[in-house]
């Protein structure tokens, strides 16, 4: 159960969970280098930011930024995602390799739909204690914003102009129910389901006047699951908003409605160092 979220130069999601999962804020300088499964090992790339959990120096991305101002995030997506074999002549990424690479490897949603079409995505795990969790994406830009979704029939890549995605059922039927959404706010869905949560944060992003950092959290807060009000007490580990043309992450978490703030300014981007910042502090 998750949401994200493409408003006015801004990008994030809200991750919704039983409980943190040890995940922090982290940097990754432009010289850190970036080990794939299958791909070449990248030395130099883009600066990112986003929300990661790290596990044995990798992070293992939730949300993230490049410099340049194009942004990821994955979401839940079981029961639909497809996850294949290597393939030959493809790029062969694992799930959680997909966001690492397209950022590094990008500018814009263009170049990142330009690689995504010779992407394939394999059921590789991190390791044995963390298998792999089905995943769909949304990727996005100042101006653009895709869904991709792996299938059997390999990675589809859809135009999402609701800048927003949740969780299963495909992207094509959010798509579908939205065309079918009430027109006021006294018929919106009131539950916690992911068909209901894309209507939800569709009608407010649409429909809020303002912009900037706080109106963004305001529009997550009509998505965010309180503790106890949903499935295996799953409720909002932590909402996010990258600013794409600055470079900051300002976060929230459960127990800290506070909005806080780490940017790229606050680290060494030249460096090879790994940058991590506890949520909790």
């Known amino acids: 159960m998750c949401t994200s ?3 006015r130069g801004l990008f994030g999601r809200t991750l919704d969970l039983e409980g943190s999962l040890g995940e922090e804020i982290v940097i990754m300088s432009r010289r850190f280098p970036e080990n794939y499964i299958y791909e070449a090992e990248m030395v130099f790339h883009p600066a990112i930011i986003g929300c990661a959990l790290v596990k044995n120096g990798t992070p293992l991305w939730f949300d993230a930024a490049n410099e340049h ?3 990821a995030a994955g979401l839940n997506f079981p029961d639909h995602a497809a996850y294949l074999p290597q393939t030959e002549g493809k790029i062969n990424l694992a799930s959680f390799e997909l966001i690492p690479y397209i950022l590094s490897k990008c500018k814009s949603v263009s170049d990142a739909v330009s690689i995504l079409e010779k992407c394939n995505i394999t059921p590789d795990a991190v390791s044995s204690d963390l298998p792999p969790t089905p995943m769909h994406w949304m990727i996005s830009d100042k101006e653009r914003n895709i869904a991709v979704e792996p299938t059997r029939g390999g990675l589809i890549v859809y135009n999402n102009p609701f800048g927003v995605l949740t969780n299963s059922p495909p992207f094509p039927v959010h798509r579908d129910n939205v065309m079918q959404s009430p027109p006021s706010a006294n018929q919106l869905p009131g539950d916690w389901s992911s068909e209901s949560r894309f209507i939800r944060a569709f009608f407010a992003k649409k429909h809020t006047a303002g912009g900037g950092v706080n109106d963004y959290f305001h ?16 409720h909002t580990v932590y909402t996010s908003s990258a600013d794409l043309e600055r470079g900051d992450y300002y976060f929230t978490t459960y127990e800290d409605r506070r909005i806080r703030k780490v940017s790229l300014a606050d680290a060494e981007l030249d460096s090879d160092e790994l940058f991590r910042f506890s949520m909790q502090e």
Do not use: Q, Y
């Open 5 to 7: 979220v493409s408003f």
């Open 69 to 71: 101002g194009l942004a």
């Open 219 to 234: 529009i997550m807060d009509t998505v965010a699951v309180p503790n106890g009000c949903s499935k295996k007490d799953w």
